[in-house]
């Protein structure tokens, strides 16, 4: 998982010192790709752009990924890795359904405000092979999954008016997609107050009659690794 942005090297700072070790340097070509991807579109972006990018050679840029699809996939398992990670967090955390909705919510939105998310759900997935297009739609699966789990907690512990799962689901996931739409890092809204807002918004229709506790948001550690 990358680190906090913080405290790496800039992408051409990471090959111009040949010390660095390969995690380092792999780490600098995915932040470099899914800047990319984010300027010019994953369609557009070759790997001589990634190369020109940080300033190395193509053959160097092999050495740590074989394609452009390779580099999507990582980038995409990154996201779902910081998503994963705090839903496990949820889990352990307790509560009710609804507040686990929150806390969802929460994390994702704040995901959806970082390169590594941002990236892959502008992609469009017909520019995938169908084996990388699986793999993808089978990460979807297992975090929608999750979701109607917590919504059907709620449900049965009286914190969520009786609905249907999936339709809920697919309302907050639709929504929350969209973020990478339309968000830009130097706007008005920080990370932290898009997903605050997102979360209080979209658990107002989910709501079994007067809410009686505060938000609680697990702590979310996703904002740290990149902006």
């Given at each position: ?100 909705v929150e806390a969802f919510i929460h994390s994702y939105a704040t995901v959806m405000t970082v390169n590594f998310g941002r990236c892959v759900m502008r992609l469009d997935e017909g520019d995938l092979t169908s084996d990388a297009r ?56 920080s990370p932290e107050e898009i997903a605050t807002q997102f979360a209080r918004t979209l658990t107002q229709g989910l709501v079994a009659g007067k809410r009686s506790s505060k938000l609680r948001i697990v702590p979310n550690r996703s ?5």
């Amino acid at each position: 998982m990358p680190r906090d942005a913080s405290a790496s090297p800039s992408p051409r700072k990471a090959f111009a010192d040949r010390r660095r070790d390969p995690a380092t340097k792999r780490e600098a070509v995915l932040k470099t790709a899914a800047q990319l991807f984010l300027e010019k579109s994953y369609g557009r972006t070759s790997m001589n752009d990634v190369a020109d990018r940080l300033n190395i050679t193509k053959p160097a840029l092999y050495h740590y990924f074989d394609n452009k699809e390779d580099i999507l996939l990582e980038c995409y398992r990154l996201g779902v890795g910081l998503i994963e990670e705090i839903l496990n967090e949820i889990a352990d955390h307790g509560g009710t359904g609804l507040q686990k909705v929150e806390a969802f919510i929460h994390s994702y939105a704040t995901v959806m405000t970082v390169n590594f998310g941002r990236c892959v759900m502008r992609l469009d997935e017909g520019d995938l092979t169908s084996d990388a297009r699986a793999e993808m739609r089978a990460y979807k699966r297992k975090i929608d999954r999750r979701l109607r789990g917590f919504i059907q907690e709620g449900i049965e512990d009286g914190s969520i008016a009786p609905c249907g799962t999936k339709i809920a689901a697919f309302s907050i996931a639709g929504a929350l997609n969209w973020i990478c739409m339309w968000y830009e890092p130097d706007g008005a809204l920080s990370p932290e107050e898009i997903a605050t807002q997102f979360a209080r918004t979209l658990t107002q229709g989910l709501v079994a009659g007067k809410r009686s506790s505060k938000l609680r948001i697990v702590p979310n550690r996703s904002n740290s690794h990149e902006r």
